[in-house]
């Protein structure tokens, strides 16, 4: 059952993808021909794996907020996917030491183990990588084009965390 909810799911975010879109670019501000409706939106605060919200509303002209539903930690292991690859921490081998640390997530060096990481970094496949690595990293990534990024967390980031996201997000 959960397979089947997975491909539904998958094929509702494709079809909103391909269709959300404004029928008439005048049509935006969600007022209605007789005058009526509702205000202009002003501000967009959408989630961080919706990549499209985040399209539409800069193609709007709405100043947008990217809020990844996932915890703040596994938003900076997405963020850092190319870096891990790079330095050989993915992929790590099926029945490896979970225990083993990883190095290359920005303020978690010290204390990051593979079973920290999210799950779709364990190993899976034939080249031992899971497809959803990819594709929640691309999508992390770009919610870099929102104005800032909301973190899933009830304390504040530290320096370090904060500084491995210069040059990714225009405010975190």
Not at 71 to 97: H, K, M
Not at 145 to 164: D, E, F, H, M, V
Request: charged share 15%.
């Amino acid at each position: 059952m959960r397979a089947v909810a997975s491909v539904a799911y998958r094929a509702l975010l494709a079809s909103l993808q391909s269709t959300a879109r404004p029928t008439r670019p005048d049509h935006h501000d969600g007022v209605d021909a007789h005058g009526g409706g509702f205000p202009p939106v002003t501000c967009v605060v959408a989630d961080g794996y919706l990549s499209w919200t985040i399209d539409i509303a800069d193609e709007l002209g709405v100043p947008v907020l990217a809020f990844p539903t996932s915890s703040a930690c596994s938003t900076l292991a997405y963020l850092s996917v190319p870096r891990l690859f790079e330095l050989g921490e993915l992929p790590f081998p099926a029945g490896g030491d979970l225990d083993e640390p990883v190095h290359g997530v920005p303020g978690m060096e010290s204390f990051l183990r593979r079973r920290d990481l999210p799950s779709p970094f364990r190993p899976v496949g034939e080249n031992g990588v899971n497809s959803r690595v990819h594709v929640l990293s691309k999508y992390t990534f770009h919610s870099g084009k929102a104005r800032a990024l909301i973190l899933n967390t009830a304390a504040s980031p530290g320096p370090a965390q904060g500084q491995g996201q210069q040059g990714r997000q225009p405010s975190a």
